[in-house]
């Protein structure tokens, strides 16, 4: 054994404490007062839906500390003062982080997962996007399982049970889940899930991510964070990339490209930005208000990026 996986095994909790979300540390009414839930506070399904929405709503999509040159730790006092004090967002492994620690700390059964993100591309991708299993009080009884997704960008308002079949469509963003078979070989087969998005009024549907049900810990969420934070192929290391869901539109920001997406017919309009704008649209439009430093660090970072697409830099730490 070496001296890391010595430090490692020291570090592991023997009660399974390593294979929980640290909900007892968790400041829940202020993380409660930052999504807006007044709501009722028991595990229930309606709870979970409640919680879900008012999350996706309340805290938006972001990957600016990235673009800044830092580290993003998933520890859950840093996450308690980027995004529930300082009203700040993230990107999935912090969302999922918060999240599964609020929903622990309510009672809930809570597990990781990681899924491979597609969007539509037929690519078999690295699986480092970050969602949750999870169950309610009356899960033992009904038997029903829900997939939380908070993080995605683009997320489900609401919690989709785990069904093959099953569909959500609050304020009118319809998702839909498959169970799928894919053959790894002469008997092999992988048994997966698809989460699908609805795009335009017809019958035409996006795969966004696929998943299995293997159980992921904190610790897996720290090494696809580490890759998807510092990989020069990383699509976060590339551009500032925001988003926020709201009952009838979505707003996104790819790097200088601002795009707001209508619900009721999917229309599009994108403006773009000069990098001195950008602090501005985030936030007015995204709710991120950053300091006068980082605004004009983030401006800067702006006006850098390079034109062929490549990353702009690798964080420190």
């Known amino acids: 054994m070496t001296d890391a996986e010595s430090t490692d095994a020291e570090n592991t ?44 709503l309340g805290i938006p999509f972001e990957n600016l500390e990235i673009v800044l040159g830092r580290p993003v730790p998933l520890g859950l006092p840093a996450l308690q003062d980027k995004i529930v004090r300082r009203a700040r967002g993230g990107y999935c492994f912090e969302h999922a982080r918060l999240f599964a620690a609020a929903l622990e700390r309510l009672g809930f059964g809570v597990g990781g997962l990681t899924s491979r993100v597609g969007m539509g591309s037929g690519r078999v991708r ?49 998702f839909r889940l498959e169970r799928t078979v894919t053959p790894l070989g002469a008997t092999a087969k992988a048994r997966e899930w698809v989460l699908h998005e609805r795009r335009g009024a017809g019958d035409d549907w996006c795969d966004l991510h696929t998943f299995t049900l293997d159980p992921r810990y904190a610790i897996d969420w720290e090494v696809g964070s580490h890759y998807v934070s510092t990989h020069p192929r990383s699509p976060f290391v590339r551009r500032p990339i925001v988003q926020r869901t709201g009952p009838d539109v979505r707003q996104a920001l790819y790097g200088t490209s601002w795009v707001t997406t209508a619900r009721a017919d999917g229309s599009r309009r994108v403006r773009e930005l000069r990098p001195r704008e950008v602090p501005e649209v985030l936030r007015d439009v995204f709710g991120i208000g950053l300091d006068a430093a980082d605004a004009e660090a983030l401006a800067g970072a702006v006006e850098r990026l390079p034109a062929d697409g490549g990353p702009i830099g690798v964080p420190a730490g």
Do not use: K, M, Q
């Open 126 to 174: 690295p699986a480092t996007h970050a969602l949750l299993r999870v169950e309610t009080a009356g899960t033992a009884d009904t038997g029903r399982v829900w997939i939380c997704d908070v993080g995605f960008g683009g997320s489900p308002l609401e919690p989709v049970e785990l069904a093959d079949g099953a569909r959500t469509s609050g304020s009118g963003w319809e």
């Open 13 to 56: 909790g023997e009660d399974g404490s390593d294979r929980r979300w640290n909900g007892a540390e968790l400041d829940l009414d202020a993380y409660l007062a930052r999504i807006g839930h007044t709501g009722d506070r028991s595990p229930t399904e309606a709870t979970l839906r409640a919680l879900h929405r008012a999350h996706v």
